[in-house]
């Protein structure tokens, strides 16, 4: 496998090595043929980008990536996917809660899963055990039993960092701000199938989250019904023959 980490992050200084260090761990355990490890830093107040710069040395395969000012998650991911040179990208939540060696899991789960799905676009990480307090588990709870009802992902975790997926089909979706919420829907909407799968969640032991719940809430609104609006102007043909020169 030839393989892309992809991880945003947003001041989260005294989590990067650790999460580096997991990485290239996995990427053993993977015996990924060719892979890199690509940091985006989401225009970092804290000392984010002096710990990246001086990782680089440590690290062979890491790349970074600078947002001049801070984008959001969205475009943080869509930058270092559009960055990514291999076929696969794994994501990864920049916090230490999504478990690297999972990468490995999601990615047997996507061959085996091929043989009947052969539309398959991406295998999505599944916190059915989340490491959070109550009301971030309620809120998480509330907010996927809504989209799913309105949207009809029939994805139970949306808000999983931790995703396997392929890039060139990625690259194919609507890009915009907070689409990362919303993939499972939009892969759907293109012609592609999704399957989620339970992975580790490990409590934050640094930092602390950068997403609160009411600033989600309003946005996360409206851009579920953009997403329903561009459900509804979808049209996928059935291609019934190709015809080729001789």
């Known amino acids: 496998m030839k393989l892309s980490v992809v991880v945003p992050v947003f001041n989260e ?7 580096l260090q997991e990485i290239e761990a996995a990427m053993v355990q993977v015996a990924a043929e060719n892979y ?16 990246l710069e001086k990782a680089l040395s440590a690290f062979k395969a890491l790349r970074v990536i600078r947002h001049r000012r801070s984008c959001g998650q969205s475009t943080a991911l869509y ?5 990514a040179v291999y076929p696969w990208v794994a994501t990864l939540d920049g916090d230490g809660q999504n478990d690297p060696t999972d990468i490995l899991h999601l990615h047997q789960v996507f061959k085996h899963q091929l043989q009947n799905l052969p539309e398959l676009w991406m295998v999505a990480g599944w ?3 989340r490491r959070d307090s109550g009301w971030r588990k309620f809120t998480s709870k509330l907010a996927n039993t809504v ?9 139970p975790d949306t808000g999983c960092g931790l995703k396997l997926f392929l890039r060139d089909k990625y690259l194919l979706l609507p890009y915009f701000d907070h689409m990362h919420r919303f993939l499972p ?3 759907l909407r293109a012609g592609g199938q999704v399957v989620s799968e339970p992975v580790n969640h490990r409590p934050r032991l640094k930092g602390r989250s950068k997403y609160g719940t009411l600033d989600r ?8 019904f953009g997403v329903i609006w561009l459900q509804h102007r979808a049209r996928l043909p059935e291609i019934k023959e190709i015809y080729r020169g001789s």
């Open 217 to 224: 809430l309003w946005v996360g609104i409206v851009d579920l």
């Open 36 to 51: 890199e490890i690509i940091f985006v830093d989401d225009g970092s107040r804290d000392e984010t980008p002096i710990v």
């Open 185 to 187: 829907a939009l892969i």
């Open 127 to 129: 916190r059915n055990r």
């Open 79 to 83: 930058t270092g996917i559009r960055a």
């Open 147 to 155: 989209r799913d009802g309105l949207l009809g992902d029939k994805t």
């Open 13 to 19: 200084a005294d989590n990067i090595l650790p999460l």
